[in-house]
């Protein structure tokens, strides 16, 4: 997305370790802050998202920051597995309308 | 209603062919997307729909796309003229914004076109 700037752009990890995702967005007015997991050959499907009224969320092994005055979020997954290895994504929305994509990470997390 | 459904799967053409592809959004949501993935990236915007309204397309889309969503339901994306650099997954997703805004997106399988 012309707007959302994420990276790394691949991330290696070995089991059990942790890790972090990071993006950027450039619309002020964003509110709304989704991630999602991309598994090879599979449509992109949610996994965690944020509302600009909290600074973070967690979900288990998952968790996602927020810090609105640098306009930037970060994905965290702890205790890693083999089957967390997909492409991750983060989105915010533009013009308050449409969502716009971030390039993509490809985490692989070996066993 | 099982999920956001795009038809076909997989498209091959050969180059200067037209093409159109279907989505069928979940059935109450009113937001309907159109992005393009290649390999290896992020999806990109095409377009946008709130209900039947296209309200927003990508300065990037050439004029040989259109997209329609008549009836607020279904939408179809037309690719006129095709050329090999379309080939490409095309995503389509929807959403029903809440009370607090924006809400999810969900995706469907997505149309792989292959232009020879």
């Known amino acids: 997305g012309e707007n959302v700037e994420q990276h790394p752009s691949t991330l290696s990890v070995q089991e059990g370790d942790s890790a972090v995702i990071k993006c950027t967005y450039s619309d002020s007015a964003s509110n709304y802050f989704p991630w999602y997991k991309q598994e090879l050959g599979k449509r992109p499907q949610l996994i965690i998202d944020i509302r600009s009224n909290v600074g973070e969320k967690k979900d288990q092994r998952i968790a996602v920051t927020l810090n609105k005055t640098a306009k930037h979020f970060s994905l965290h997954i702890t205790e890693t597995q083999p089957e967390d290895s997909a492409v991750y994504f983060c989105a915010a929305p533009y013009n308050n309308n449409d969502m716009r994509f971030g390039a993509g990470t490809r985490l692989t997390v070996k066993p | 209603d099982t999920g956001v459904s795009q038809d076909p799967r997989h498209k091959i053409t050969k180059r200067g062919q037209n093409v159109t592809f279907r989505c069928d959004p979940i059935?109450?949501?009113?937001?309907l997307y159109w992005y393009r993935q290649t390999l290896g990236q992020g999806p990109e915007f095409l377009t946008y729909?709130?209900?039947?309204?296209?309200?927003?397309k990508s300065r990037l889309l050439s004029d040989r796309f259109s997209a329609e969503r008549p009836k607020g339901s279904f939408s179809t994306l037309e690719i006129q003229r095709t050329e090999q650099g379309d080939s490409a997954m095309y995503l389509c997703?929807?959403?029903?914004?809440?009370?607090?805004?924006?809400?999810?997106?969900?995706f469907g399988q997505g149309t792989r076109l292959t232009v020879v």
């Open positions: 997703a929807s959403s029903q914004p809440g009370t607090l805004g924006d809400t999810e997106a969900f």
């Open positions: 059935s109450e949501h009113n937001r």
């Open positions: 729909f709130q209900n039947e309204a296209q309200l927003e």
